[in-house]
């Protein structure tokens, strides 16, 4: 079975400065590695995802997250941050090859302030 | 706007009654998933369709079901229904059958 841990349940920052939202994920299998936001009364929308390949990965808004195989992680960063990333951010995992079941952490409420 | 629509956006009802939520997916997307979104259970995957099968199956209770039709649009019955099923209901959509993309705006259901 997989698992999806969130260790932050709430990040507040300021604007302009960064921020590292963690995920962790347990599987015995492989897995695809994904980050959803979720802005107040909408519905979620893929940020980016790892399948395969080059670790790191970045989104079109300047985010980015990096595949720890050893440390089973997939943290997500961004250098400087404004006040319309004020959103939920949630951590999924899919096993490769077999059900397709998405896992979701619990979700981190991140929240810039002026 | 992800391309997925998804009716209704609101509904309320009672106990013991049955409802139907219903997901167009984004034009040329094979795969729709369904997942519940609650304060206390979080996003539940529930049940994934691709071109017509059912390809994975999460925490569906036995009193949800679904189905994926012909022109590719889904709807996800839930009955016998709970004061605990309050809930969002999203729908998601993608080509691929394992990389939900686009996701509805969900559907809003209260149980009184």
Same mark, same amino acid.
């Given at each position: 079975a997989q698992s999806v841990t969130q260790l932050d349940s709430q990040v507040p920052v300021f604007e302009e400065a960064p921020v590292e939202l963690r995920c962790n994920y347990s599987s015995s299998v492989s897995v695809y590695l994904f980050w959803y936001v979720q802005y107040p009364n909408q519905g979620l929308q893929l940020l980016l995802k790892y399948l =395969?390949? =080059?670790?790191l990965v970045e989104s079109i808004n300047g985010f980015e997250a990096e595949f720890n195989k050893s440390q089973t992680s997939f943290h997500l960063r961004k250098p400087s941050v404004h006040i319309s990333d004020t959103a939920e951010y949630f951590c999924a995992v899919i096993p490769v090859g077999g059900g397709f079941k998405t896992i979701f952490g619990a979700g981190t409420r991140l929240f810039v302030k002026a | 706007d992800s391309g997925v629509t998804q009716t209704p956006k609101h509904l309320i009802t009672a106990t013991g009654q049955r409802v139907t939520l219903r997901c167009s997916p984004r034009s040329g997307d094979l795969s729709v998933y369904w997942y519940q979104q609650s304060l206390d259970q979080g996003l539940q995957f529930l049940i994934q369709y691709y071109n017509g099968e059912e390809r994975a199956k999460g925490n569906?209770? *036995?009193?949800f079901s679904a189905q994926q039709f012909p022109d590719l649009h889904s709807e996800l019955n839930l009955s #016998?229904? *709970?004061?605990?099923? #309050?809930a969002l209901y999203f729908c998601a959509s993608s080509l691929e059958v394992d990389q939900p993309q686009h996701f509805g705006d969900g559907t809003r259901l209260s149980i009184l």
């Open positions: =395969s390949g =080059s670790t | 569906i209770l *036995e009193r #016998s229904l *709970e004061l605990g099923d #309050s």
